[in-house]
Every structure is written in structure tokens, then in C-alpha cells.
């Protein structure tokens, strides 16, 4: 231990975390802050040290809550949550990495090739020689007759045995078929870890409310420029691409997805846009998706084009009163079926029943990942409830069909639970329905 604290290469020792590392450090006494994205002198903005021993800090509490004694993360948001590191957006899918963190000892990450010499080099809060080199199935086009699952399984069992943690199960969040019978063969008890994770997430302290206002702000600006673009003569794609290159060139580390729907097309509910002309009279939403530092958004947004009907107002205001509604309830010690109760059933929308209505009325945590715990849906929260807590970050999202059979009305807002309440952070004007280009 002494020698690790005479290590100044190990700039945050992360198995000497403290209680005050749980600390959320919330400042609710003002409007939350969107600082700009570069560091200065001047001002307090995001505390990246501080950001990293909560994160770590807040897993080791939700395992210890928990029946295991490990954690082993292929899940990219769990990793970066957990270890801090992010070898790009390209990784999302291709189960390429995993982590481990087990009893006290600090999170080992094996990483893609040459990637975890750049940790050793760079992120000096890790353990150089946890930083290491390894690969199992990426989605298996390396075979497990390969041997590779079975060697790491063999290592990460020598790594919890030398924890002391052998006799508990170990917390898997998602993983390769194979690479579970792999774990099995070593005699490694699996349970579902992305629960234990999805737990500690909940609770985002200031510096993640922050990254998550920041990257609102973001938005702000782009449905500024959707707001100015649409007309006669750009496509559904012309927006989808214009977004993109804005979010990027604003600092934009991934653009998940831009959703772009007009006209005929709103009703009902896609989500993917094609190369549809806007024409007058058009209703149109849109939502963007895309994350600064690894913290998301989700946040639609609908216009017309030029003029809009008597029943394209009506499906807007209606879409507007359930959205307030909800929002009116978010406030700490509410549960997650008081708030799914304000919004319209399935079939008053038409639907048979709920699930063929999940995510129209719909809320979600919002965090390093799109969707975060909790949900809020008549699907599952009616039955289900979950108490709302200060420090959860939601995006609200309903949506209510016209009665000329194609239009439609989606709004969302993403909103910070305060100490009293609630605070919407997505900022661009839809307290009525934008007009693009007025006839």
C-alpha cells in the first residue's frame, strides 16, 4: 500500500477509495450550468478525478449490496463507467473488451491490441499491469475452438481466487454463449451483473449532470438549425446528414442515430428516416441522439413546415398536455407508476394492448447509455414500481397521433431530479408547435 501511494505514475490509487468519494456534490441553488468543453482556470466545470472515483465508488457499493463478490463487464457503457477508458464508438458492438473488477482490488481491463499500452502510457488512475492486452470471441468470428475463451476464463478465475473471492458468484453483465460455458468449465458461479451496474448508475453526481447538460446544449443548437432548414426541396437524409456534421464539428464523440420523419410517414411511429422530401403542410419530428464524453441525449422535437392543420395542432397540444403531465410528477420519493398513470392508455391510441404501445408514453434514465434504469411505461411500470431518487437523469417522451390518419406529434424532454423536484434541461422551444418557414 505505501508503495502505491509513493507511485506518483498511479495519479488516483483507485483501490484506496474513501466515503468521500461517494459524495454527489450536487449544487442545486441555480439553473443547472452548460459550460463550454474546454478547461479553463477561471471556473469550476467538470472534475474528471472526481467523475472517475464516484464512478468506481458507486460500482463498489452496488456490489457489495449485491450477492457477488465480482464483476466481469463486456458491456462498453460498464467498462467506461467503471475503468474509465474508451478506445472509440467503432467497439459498441464487436464484444472486443471486458473489465474486472473483484473484492478491493483495482478494475483490470483487457483491451484490443495496442490499446492497453496506450492505457499504461496515458491513464495513469489504472494500474499499469492491470492494463492488458487480450481478446476472446468478437462476436465470434474467433471461434471458442480457438482456445481463447477458455485461456482468459483460466485467468480470470487465478485473478479472483487471488482476491479472495472465489466462494462468490461473480456478476457477468452480457457475454458471448460460449464464453459462459467457458467461465462454467473454471468453476465460476455466473449471475446477472448488468443489474449491479444498471444500480449504481442510477444516481449521477454532479459532473455526469453536467456532461449531460452539456450535451443537451448541443441539441439546442442543432434543432436551431432544423428549425431554419426545412422547406420544400431538403430531404428527411439532407437533415439527418446537416446534424451530423454540426454535433461532430460541436464535439460530438458518437451520433447514434438522428431520427428524421415527415408527412405520411409520422403515423405510425417509425424510427429511421429515407430520402422523403418535405412538402408544405408537413408535420415532421425528429430525435438526436448522440453523447459528449460518453453521456447521452435523447430529445425530440416537432415541426411543420410552412402551415399546419386544425388536427396537426390538436395532435401537438394534446402531445404536450401528457408530456407536462408527466414531467409535473417527477419530483423525489414519486414512483414510477404514479408517473405511467398520467399518460393515455394503449387502447384510447387505438392499440390492443400495452406492449403494442411500449415507447410511444414512454420514459428512461439517461446516462452513459441511451436507456437507463428506471423505465417508465404502462407496460411494465404499473406492476412494477420504482421510486424516483434526486440525482436521476430521465428523458420524457409521448407521442399522440392526428385525426387525419397520417400526422403525428412526438415530443420529448430530458430532465434532472432535484432536490424538490425536477429541471428540464432540453431547452429548444416546443411549448407550441414550430412553424418552419411560415407561409
Known amino acids: 500500500m505505501e508503495k502505491m501511494m509513493n507511485n506518483k505514475s498511479l495519479a488516483l490509487t483507485p483501490n484506496v477509495l474513501t466515503p468521500q468519494d461517494l459524495e454527489t456534490n450536487w449544487r442545486w441553488e441555480g439553473r443547472l450550468p452548460a459550460w463550454g468543453h474546454t478547461s479553463v482556470d477561471f471556473e469550476r466545470r467538470v472534475d474528471h478525478d472526481r467523475l472517475r472515483r464516484y464512478r468506481l465508488s458507486r460500482t463498489r457499493q452496488s456490489l457489495q449490496n449485491s450477492p457477488a463478490g465480482t464483476l466481469l463487464l463486456f458491456d462498453v ?24 473488477l473483484s473484492g478491493d482490488e483495482s478494475p483490470y481491463v483487457w483491451d484490443f491490441g495496442s490499446a492497453a499500452v496506450h492505457h499504461q502510457k496515458y491513464s495513469d488512475w489504472l494500474e499499469p499491469d492491470h492494463c492488458l492486452a487480450g481478446v476472446v470471441g468478437m462476436r465470434g468470428t474467433i471461434p471458442p475452438e480457438f482456445g481463447l475463451m477458455k485461456k ?24 458471448e454463449t460460449a464464453m459462459f460455458h467457458a467461465l462454467q468449465e473454471e468453476g465460476i458461479k455466473v449471475i446477472d451483473g448488468q443489474q449491479i451496474m444498471l444500480a449504481a448508475r442510477e444516481i449521477k453526481n454532479w459532473d455526469e449532470i453536467q ?3 452539456q450535451a443537451a446544449s448541443m441539441v439546442d443548437g442543432v434543432y436551431h438549425m432544423i428549425y431554419e432548414e426545412l422547406k420544400p426541396g431538403i430531404r428527411e437524409n439532407d ?64 415541426f411543420n413546415i410552412g402551415r399546419a392543420t386544425p388536427e396537426q395542432n390538436d395532435a401537438y397540444v394534446k402531445c404536450r398536455e401528457w408530456l407536462d403531465a408527466s414531467i409535473a410528477m417527477i419530483k423525489p420519493g414519486v414512483t414510477t407508476d404514479k408517473v405511467a398513470e398520467v399518460w393515455p392508455t394503449a387502447e384510447s391510441l387505438g392499440f390492443p394492448n400495452e406492449d403494442a404501445a411500449f415507447g410511444l408514453q414512454f420514459g428512461h434514465g439517461l446516462g452513459l447509455a441511451l436507456h437507463e434504469r428506471p423505465i417508465i411505461s404502462r407496460a411494465v411500470s404499473l406492476d412494477h414500481p420504482m421510486e424516483i431518487k434526486t440525482g436521476m437523469v430521465f428523458a420524457l417522451e409521448t407521442y399522440c397521433p392526428a385525426a387525419d390518419g397520417y400526422s403525428a406529434a412526438r415530443i420529448e424532454e430530458e430532465v434532472v431530479v432535484t432536490d424538490k423536484g425536477c429541471e428540464v434541461i432540453s431547452l429548444f422551444p416546443a411549448e407550441e408547435l414550430p412553424i418552419s418557414n411560415k407561409y
Request: with cysteine; net charge neutral; glycine share 6%.
Open 152 to 175: 482468459y476464463a483460466k485467468q480470470i478465475a487465478g485473478l479472483i481466487r487471488d482476491a479472495g473471492m472465489a466462494d462468490m458468484p461473480v456478476g457477468v453483465d452480457y457475454a
Open 211 to 213: 456532461l449531460l447538460t
Open 77 to 100: 457503457n460498464n467498462i467506461r463507467y467503471v475503468s474509465s477508458t474508451k478506445i472509440g464508438e467503432w467497439e459498441r458492438d464487436k464484444m472486443c473488451r471486458f473489465c474486472l
Open 239 to 302: 437533415i439527418v446528414a446537416l446534424s451530423n456534421k454540426m454535433l461532430y464539428e460541436m464535439g460530438s464523440d458518437d451520433v447514434e442515430a438522428i431520427n428524421a420523419i415527415s408527412g405520411e410517414r409520422c403515423n405510425p411511429h417509425p424510427h429511421n428516416f429515407t430520402d422523403r422530401y418535405f412538402r408544405p403542410g408537413d408535420q415532421a419530428f425528429f430525435d438526436i441522439l448522440q453523447s459528449y464524453q460518453g453521456y447521452r441525449t435523447c430529445y425530440y422535437r416537432t
